[in-house]
Nanobody, 123 residues
Framework: QVALMESGGDSVQVGGSLKLSCVAS?????????MAWFRQAPGKERQQLLT????????GTLPSVEGRFTASVDVVKNMAYLQLTGLKIEDTAMYYCAADGGCWRHFGVPTDWGQGTQVTVSS
């Protein structure tokens, strides 16, 4: 049983753009549950990129992606998006969406994860 599923990852050149999607099902509703985007590169620790509350407020944006990554949620489709622009080689990683199953307004602890989608940035 998979509650979240990401898509949209691809191989792009430096400076390129991608739009990642995350569709939620089951008990996860982005109109009620906070969510977050993460990434992890081989040999590196997992990074939390930002969180999105059920009110649409974005908090905790990682400084290295500030101004380049933009998050949004479509509550009708129950989908979340992460728009990546100005991609750098160091952005290469597996990208994950996660949700807080407690379904308070803001993201706290991840209880549900997608399988990940690969973003590869090359020169």
């Amino acid at each position: 049983q998979v509650a979240l599923m990401e898509s949209g990852g691809d191989s792009v050149q430096v400076g390129g753009s991608l739009k990642l999607s995350c569709v939620a099902s089951g008990h996860i509703s982005f109109s009620r549950c906070g969510m977050a985007w993460f990434r992890q590169a081989p040999g590196k620790e997992r990074q939390q990129l930002l969180t999105v509350g059920s009110d649409g407020v974005v908090l905790g944006t990682l400084p290295s992606v500030e101004g380049r990554f933009t998050a949004s949620v479509d509550v009708v489709k129950n989908m979340a998006y992460l728009q990546l622009t100005g991609l750098k080689i160091e952005d290469t990683a597996m990208y994950y969406c996660a949700a807080d199953g407690g379904c308070w307004r803001h993201f706290g602890v991840p209880t549900d994860w997608g399988q990940g989608t690969q973003v590869t940035v090359s020169s």
